[in-house]
């Protein structure tokens, strides 16, 4: 038997431990805060308690080029690591946009053509979002713009031309097109919240034209279930079970893609749920060192403020080559999770995630990218001698969440030995989260790292 494509997405809102904190828009304390140009079915997917979602028959068709992904033990990557218990990989990366986001991107760009939209436009960090999006509009028939943070368009410059082979228009950011970018003369930068704010301006200012987002949405998570489902099918066609289940997290969707199926099926069975653990970059550690509260999702501020694991957005995120885990906050539905003590965090240097992509590389013929890079060292920390606190006792599934062919320059540091590594001072952290409302009622004081 081999697993087959599911035809449902599956999500864990019917079964959170307490409901999401609604957002905060600037007039009311309330309100689902999805956007009002988003298409109907997307804020069905974020506000609904609905455990099946039916996969469009497009989407679907679009899915069948690159899913079922591959799944494995990864018994040469035990050895090198010396595990005691094994290890299964999950990998995303075998897609023309190299990584997990085409899922969301594919069902994005198909609800959008519906709802009659002619252009997508987007920000990306480490250019994967954008690659997937590029693609997902080239198939649906759809114009495609992305403003990519600039340090990593010069750091990756081939992702620039990917995009353009797929018929994207690219900005680097700050690109001066925009109120937002504050018509930088030097055109030097590298906030991912910018970049996510250009777009956000591009589209309210231009018709027929929506800004549309991969990563810390509810519905893009929804869409990622697919790989935790996946997972869920070709363990028990292994007859193995894992205890726990490690993802990197940039705002949360491949963590929240693979893990939060465990999670629906626990709480659907009665089932004991493996332990989730969200593997962060130390450079932006919003979920071990970040405190719970409303912030910002772009540098706009002009969305609604959402309920957040946040190391503050206006948090300068120093330069490292995980792009896309420089976010400064996570998904309002993996930090609720957070919160209630569904889901657990630990924080990997730079130099750890590429030793681990190296590891994975000479061990499993598999290079992935720095992003997964992060997720690979905590599985490995797990599987040996634990991480803050955890450690796996039968086993872990890791989500290998895109290739690095395109980050080859990040690997050449390492072997060049030129890899820096910088985590923010507590008294960064302090000052740059000091402003923000605190979530809940009587929620008290601002707790760096705080958790129930
Ligand atoms: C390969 C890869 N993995 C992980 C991430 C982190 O994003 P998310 O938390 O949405 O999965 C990114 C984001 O760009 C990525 O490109």
């Not at 910002?296 to 300068?316: H, N, R």
């Not at 997964?372 to 796996?392: E, I």
């Not at 989500?399 to 910088?422: T, W």
Request: proline share 6%; glycine share 12%; charged share 20%.
């Amino acid at each position: 038997m081999t697993v087959e494509l599911p035809t449902s997405w599956r999500s864990t809102l019917p079964y959170l431990s307490e409901p999401m904190p609604p957002d905060l828009t600037p007039e009311s304390a309330g309100g689902t805060g999805v956007g009002v140009n988003l298409p109907m079915e997307l804020v069905r997917q974020s506000v609904l308690e609905r455990e099946y979602w039916q996969i469009p028959a497009e989407v679907l068709d679009a899915y069948r080029q690159f899913r079922p992904t591959p799944m494995w033990r990864a018994t040469g990557f035990e050895r090198a690591i010396g595990a005691r218990v094994p290890v299964y990989m999950k990998y995303e990366g075998g897609n023309i946009s190299g990584s997990h986001k085409l899922n969301t991107a594919l069902a994005q760009a198909y609800y959008y053509k519906k709802a009659g939209v002619k252009e997508l436009v987007t920000g990306t960090g480490a250019g994967q979002w954008g690659t997937a999006m590029a693609a997902a509009c080239a198939l649906f028939g759809l114009r495609c713009r992305v403003f990519m943070v600039e340090s990593s368009l010069r750091r990756k410059p081939y992702r620039g031309v990917l995009m353009r082979m797929l018929g994207a228009e690219i900005h680097s950011s700050p690109s001066g097109l925009t109120n937002v970018s504050g018509k930088r003369a030097d055109g030097v930068g590298n906030s991912l919240a910018l970049a996510i704010g250009e777009a956000v301006e591009y589209a309210t200012t231009h018709d027929g034209v929506a800004f549309c987002i991969g990563s810390g949405e509810t519905y893009s998570i929804l869409h990622q279930s697919v790989i935790g489902i996946e997972s869920q099918a070709q363990l028990a066609e292994l007859d193995a079970q894992v205890d726990t289940v490690v993802g990197a997290v940039g705002a949360g969707s491949n963590f929240g893609g693979i893990a939060l199926p465990f999670h629906a099926e626990a709480r659907a069975t009665g089932a004991q749920p493996p332990m989730l653990v969200a593997a962060e970059s130390s450079t932006a550690p919003k979920l071990t060192r970040g405190v719970y509260a409303y912030d910002k999702t772009d540098a706009t501020g002009s969305g609604p403020l959402e309920a957040m694991y946040t190391i503050g957005s206006d948090y300068p995120i120093p330069d490292a080559h995980s792009a896309g885990l420089r976010f400064h906050g996570a998904a309002k539905i993996i930090s609720a999770m957070r919160h209630t003590g569904d889901l657990a965090a630990t924080a990997v240097t730079q130099q750890e995630a590429l030793d681990a992509g190296r590891l994975l590389t000479r061990h499993e013929a598999v290079l992935p990218a720095p992003e997964s890079g992060h997720a690979l060292a905590a599985a490995a920390k797990l599987a040996t001698s634990g991480a803050d606190g955890m450690r796996s006792e039968r086993g872990v599934l890791v989500c290998v969440s895109g290739h690095g062919y395109l980050d080859l320059a990040a690997y050449e540091q390492l072997l060049n030995e030129e890899l820096g590594d910088e985590a923010p001072s507590e008294q960064a952290l302090l000052s740059a989260v000091s402003g923000l409302k605190p979530v809940g009622q009587g929620a008290g004081p601002l707790l760096v790292g705080g958790r129930r």
